[in-house]
């Protein structure tokens, strides 16, 4: 590892979120989404403007908002169909910042 500004650290974590094929969001403390990639959109069905909103009102799966609760601290991982798609979704705490992190892979070659 090499140390590196802020800027290039910003930089950096922008191009991966955005270049990976894995869906990604991220809540904050207070259970409001703060991020949500493009491979996400591409996977589940978002509302417009997502950002700031309580995850169901981003991505309407009941599934998935209940593992994004903050109340939440443990790992769940589970899977779900979404239209054509088989997904295997994997949810973390943050910490010690609070808020939670989806990451969603698309594993519909892998199952047929």
């Known amino acids: 590892m090499t140390d590196s500004s802020p800027d290039i650290d910003a930089e950096l974590a922008r191009v991966m979120l955005e270049s990976s094929p894995n869906g990604v969001m991220v809540t904050d403390s207070s259970g409001n989404v703060r991020v949500i990639n493009r491979a996400l959109g591409d996977m589940l069905p978002l509302v417009p403007n997502s950002i700031g909103r309580p995850p169901i009102e981003a991505v309407p799966n009941q599934e998935l908002a209940d593992a994004m609760k903050t109340e939440r601290s443990d790992?769940?991982?589970?899977?779900?169909?979404s239209g054509n798609r088989d997904l295997y979704i994997r949810v973390v705490p943050l910490e010690p910042a609070g808020g939670r992190l989806a990451l969603v892979q698309d594993v519909t070659s892998l199952r047929r």
């Not at 790992?75 to 169909?81: G, R």
């Open 75 to 81: 790992e769940v991982e589970f899977t779900l169909s």
